[in-house]
Nanobody
Framework: QVQLVESGGGLVQAGGSLRLSCAAS????????MGWFRQAPGKEREFVVG????????PYADSVKGRFTIFRDNAKNTVYLQMNSLKPEDTAVYYC????????????????WGQGTQVTVSS
């Protein structure tokens, strides 16, 4: 069983930055691929970025390439999402997820989910 807790969301102006954190419980964090998804009001949950066990594979959604960066610290059981050059269309609830696979799935087929953290970007 893995529990995930996101933090770091908030209100930011367009062009600003935020760093989201996802802290995981359990001693096998390094054996989970991790992903970030987001869901805006009235829209389906969408894939943002994922990271493999080792951190060497990091697929990004086209909409965030060059602006967002994912990285993990297995010693701290934490995965991060650095978000730069934020746009109003990035406004959503951001969810962290864990998958018992080496590579991060691009679909919501993850085993564990956090409760989400709200990110609001004002224009």
């Amino acid at each position: 069983q893995v529990q995930l807790v996101e933090s770091g969301g908030g209100l930011v102006q367009a062009g600003g930055s935020l760093r989201l954190s996802c802290a995981a419980s359990g001693r096998t964090f390094s054996r989970y691929a991790m992903g970030w998804f987001r869901q805006a009001p009235g829209k389906e949950r969408e894939f943002v970025v994922g990271i493999s066990w080792s951190g060497t594979s990091t697929p990004y959604a086209d909409s965030v390439k060059g602006r967002f960066t994912i990285f993990r610290d297995n010693a701290k059981n934490t995965v991060y999402l650095q978000m730069n050059s934020l746009k109003p269309e990035d406004t959503a609830v951001y969810y962290c997820a864990a998958s018992q696979t080496y590579n991060a799935p691009l679909t919501p087929s993850y085993d564990y989910w956090g409760q989400g953290t709200q990110v609001t970007v004002s224009s």
